[in-house]
């Protein structure tokens, strides 16, 4: 007998498996620029790009132009198979990096991506052990869930053996502290590998982790951090595996966001912007890493591994991106929208910390700025106002962090969809911290 699972969201879901967190209230019918349109007619800012991904905003004309062009020519392949926009799309990506970052595998899903770069390293380097941050995610497939602490480890069981979870380094709720209690990330970075040291049975393979770590809190690593951990992962001859699923191709206001560190990752994972909103994912390293796999039998043959459709697509990305030079828009527009965040932190006492880069901040709601507890229910409120307000805001829907914002709005949101934004926040905050006194 089927019946009618608990909703809230008055939409018959009867036939849906749950994934996480709730359903939105509404069903969206269709979507444009920084707006989603509701069933009912609403119109929504989508200050979440979709699931993160939708960097050129919805239904971008270049986009549709390719999409159409492609599916009437060529759209999937035998995985063995190489059409022209996958040799395009690597050779244009090698492009934008480093010169040692010159050999690429075209996958579809930022998980499958992270799977399959640790499996490279696995096999390049012949250990299997793999560290990776506290509050980290990576995705839901095997090795990407096992290197993944900041949700979804209860209740399935063992992971494979030989993960290890790094501290994570989060200047707003500082572990170690210098004298004048600011985060010694240095210090907490020893006592971490010591830690990973002294349970690591000598297989030690690579480290994973985001630039900027989104799902687990939007926590940036200061500066100097991922400098300090490439050279321990050089000293214990690691891979440093670079996951950039949300902060690639001109999000944080610069290509990558490893730039700012000076370091190049032995691996980088690319995903969700790279398809700007379709499924298409990225593995890229180095000529000796590749070759070294190659000759150890490398395996990872998928379905839609090189399929050309969304090639076709990333390339299409690559051309907006550099000829709207969005980059520097990223730069730009996040600083209205930091600006914005700062002026919401200055009127609202619930408002205790506000971090990213670009068009990727976050802020962080608590009910005492001096104990820094976090506001689970106000932030739970204060989305669902958002939402009534029109305005949709990704909650990090995880316990203890329900009053963490993600914000990242489309790199071709304008400056006043940016300020609509906030003041629909601005109301959100007023209104729920105030009902909530």
């Known amino acids: 007998m089927t019946t009618q699972p608990e909703s809230t969201t008055g939409i018959?879901?009867?036939n849906l498996i749950r994934y996480g967190g709730r359903f939105s209230p509404e069903v969206i019918v269709r979507a444009s620029g920084s707006w989603v349109h509701t069933a009912d007619g609403r119109k929504l800012l989508d200050f979440t790009s979709g699931q993160m991904s939708a960097i050129l905003g919805h239904s971008h004309p270049d986009i549709v132009a390719?999409?159409?062009?492609?599916i009437g020519e060529l759209d999937h392949l035998f995985s063995g198979m190489i059409s022209p926009p996958v040799l395009e799309l690597s050779a244009r990506l090698s492009d934008t990096l480093p010169e040692a970052l010159d050999k690429v595998l075209l996958l579809s899903t930022g998980a499958e991506s992270n799977e399959a770069a640790i499996r490279m390293a696995k096999l390049?380097?012949?250990?299997?052990?793999?560290?990776?941050?506290a509050r980290s995610w990576h995705g839901m497939t095997h090795a990407a869930a096992a290197s993944t602490y900041s949700a979804g480890r209860s209740g399935y069981g063992p992971v494979a053996p030989g993960n290890f979870a790094l501290p994570t380094p989060n200047p707003y709720r500082p572990d170690f502290t210098h004298p004048d209690g600011t985060l010694d990330w240095q210090r907490q970075l020893d006592f971490g590998f010591e830690l990973i040291d002294a349970q690591s049975t000598g297989s030690l393979a690579a480290c994973i982790v985001e630039p900027i770590l989104s799902s687990g809190g939007v926590i940036e690593p200061p500066a100097g951090y991922?400098?300090?951990?490439k050279r321990k992962c050089e000293q214990r001859r690691m891979l440093l595996i670079v996951d950039e699923a949300q902060t690639g191709l001109c999000r944080t206001g610069s290509w990558y966001a490893f730039e700012r560190d000076g370091i190049v990752p032995d691996i980088l994972t690319l995903s969700k912007t790279l398809g700007a909103g379709l499924p298409l994912a990225a593995v890229i390293t180095t000529t000796e890493i590749e070759q070294a796999a190659h000759?150890?039998?490398?395996?990872?043959?998928?379905t839609h591994?090189?399929?050309?459709?969304?090639?076709?697509v990333g390339v299409t990305v690559l051309d907006v991106l550099q000829r709207d030079g969005l980059d520097t828009r990223a730069s730009q527009a996040g600083s209205v929208l930091r600006t914005g965040l700062l002026e919401l932190r200055d009127r609202h006492d619930c408002v205790g910390d506000v971090r990213g880069r670009g068009l990727m901040q976050?802020?962080?709601?608590?009910?005492?700025?001096e104990t820094r507890q976090g506001a689970d229910r106000l932030g739970a409120a204060v989305t669902a106002r958002c939402f009534e307000?029109?305005?949709?805001?990704?909650?990090?829907?995880?316990?203890?962090?329900?009053?963490?914002?993600?914000?990242?709005p489309p790199l071709t949101a304008s400056d006043d969809e940016i300020r609509t934004g906030l003041d629909i926040l601005d109301t959100a905050i007023t209104e729920c911290a105030s009902a909530a006194r």
């Open 12 to 14: 018959d879901t009867r």
């Open 66 to 70: 390719t999409v159409t062009r492609q």
């Open 124 to 133: 390049v380097t012949g250990k299997h052990e793999i560290v990776s941050f």
């Open 226 to 229: 991922f400098a300090a951990l």
């Open 295 to 302: 000759e150890r039998g490398y395996l990872f043959f998928t």
């Open 305 to 312: 591994v090189s399929d050309p459709l969304v090639a076709a």
């Open 362 to 369: 976050g802020i962080e709601l608590v009910t005492d700025r």
């Open 389 to 408: 307000l029109g305005l949709h805001m990704n909650v990090v829907q995880l316990p203890g962090m329900g009053g963490i914002f993600r914000i990242a």
